[in-house]
């Protein structure tokens, strides 16, 4: 527990104080989901492709084992059984613990031995772009034999299912090695059928605003720039998918506001998404859109709950974080559904190869609406770095 101050509560004996979840399964689940998308959001911001999926293997369908936790204490015992054969009724319970997890382990390098492909399910669970060094971390948990881990790690590269992306790279200048790239033929395909399915979107015309609520709701909202009237024009168009680029500070809040009226004036229903629930929060306490993480999003579907119908416009905000696994969830929910979709975000944010590339090959497909002008900051030079910023320009000197 943390006192006011936000240091641990500590009782007379000096040691920390715990506190047991007292609150339903329903409630545990959110926050759990919650941290889960805060660390994916930050992994992303730090243009890293990584991303942590918190259900077991089984449930995301790996053919592995879960290995157990074992802690500093049954590793110690471990090490002091390797030096004796004296096993003490008191460690038992802990024993116990190191033997299973000793089988399950071994049980996981027999199934890798029969499929090497299983490596790539786990690695591509977490990112979808890999190297070398990410294959030998996986194999590195369960192989200990040299020879047979140097052999797997050619047959897990050299796999039908592996698609190298880049060659090995040497600067010589430097005389830095940069490994190959690899990614997975499920991935690629994955990405194609979410392609698709956005284009063929973009070709369904059902979800269009008239223009007397379009001039209505402009009328109300009379600060609106031109950017961002021609920005709520492209989204309340007809067609069953539309995207937006904003540049942070941009105004795209605001011009939300303005667009989920217009929908909702309309006769459709406007919720909202986002990887991180800070996000989520803002797009439903500055634009008014009820919005959840997209972690939430997805367990409340599997489970039968706030389904999308046609009648429903889903506003996937920051979209230029999301993987392409995670994007391809959501364009498969709406096309079913028959809903639209409103894709809010900025690609530029993260490196072109890592994650974000979801966003900007769909944005590169249908088309997109704009918004360039700072408006957080008064004067033009400040507007202007701002820019240069999400766009990764500078000036040497």
């Not at 157990?68 to 059984?81: M, S």
């Not at 303005?258 to 797009?283: C, D, I, Q």
């Not at 994650?355 to 997109?368: K, L, P, Q, S």
């Not at 700072?374 to 400040?382: G, L, S």
Request: proline residues 2%; glycine residues 8%; contains cysteine.
């Amino acid at each position: 527990m943390l006192g006011p101050d936000g240091k641990p509560i500590r009782n007379d004996a000096g040691k920390i104080v715990y506190q047991l979840w007292a609150g339903s399964v329903d409630d545990f689940n959110a926050f759990r989901d919650g941290w889960f998308a805060c660390q994916n959001t930050h992994l992303a911001l730090a243009g890293l492709d990584i991303r942590i999926d918190g259900r077991s293997f089984e449930k995301q369908g790996i053919d592995l084992e879960p290995t157990i936790h074992l802690g500093v204490g049954a590793k110690a015992i471990e090490r002091k059984v390797e030096q004796s054969d004296h096993k003490s009724e008191t460690s038992t319970p802990k024993l116990e613990r190191i033997e299973l997890q000793e089988e399950r382990r071994s049980e996981n390098a027999r199934r890798i031995q029969r499929r090497p492909e299983i490596v790539l399910d786990l690695i591509t669970r977490e990112k979808s772009v890999f190297d070398e060094r990410d294959v030998a971390k996986v194999l590195y948990r369960y192989i200990d034999d040299v020879a047979l881990f140097q052999s797997l790690m050619v047959r897990i590269l050299q796999s039908p299912e592996a698609l190298r992306l880049e060659r090995e790279r040497i600067t010589f200048a430097t005389g830095i090695r940069t490994p190959a790239k690899y990614t997975t033929r499920e991935i690629i395909r994955l990405e194609a059928e979410m392609a698709n399915r956005a284009i063929w979107l973009s070709g369904r015309a059902s979800h269009g605003v008239r223009e007397a609520v379009l001039q209505a709701t402009f009328a109300r909202h009379s600060r609106l720039s031109n950017e961002q009237r021609t920005a709520i024009e492209h989204v309340a168009g007809a067609t069953r998918i539309a995207a937006v680029i904003g540049r942070a500070g941009a105004g795209k809040t605001t011009m939300m506001k303005a667009a989920r009226e217009a929908w909702e004036t309309a006769g459709y229903r406007v919720v909202g998404g986002a990887l991180a629930g800070k996000a989520a929060e803002g797009l439903e306490k500055e634009a008014g859109i009820v919005s959840r993480t997209l972690s939430s999003w997805e367990l409340r579907w599997n489970q039968g709950r706030n389904q999308l119908d046609d009648r429903c416009v889903f506003v996937l905000d920051e979209a230029g974080m999301v993987s392409s696994r995670q994007m391809a969830f959501f364009v498969e929910a709406v096309t079913e559904a028959g809903a639209k979709l409103v894709l809010v975000g900025d690609p530029e944010q993260l490196q072109p190869i890592e994650a974000g590339a979801a966003f900007r090959a769909i944005a590169g497909r249908i088309g997109y609406a704009e918004l360039e002008t700072i408006y957080r900051q008064r004067q033009q030079w400040m507007r202007d770095a701002s820019l240069d910023l999400a766009r990764q320009r500078r000036q040497s000197g």
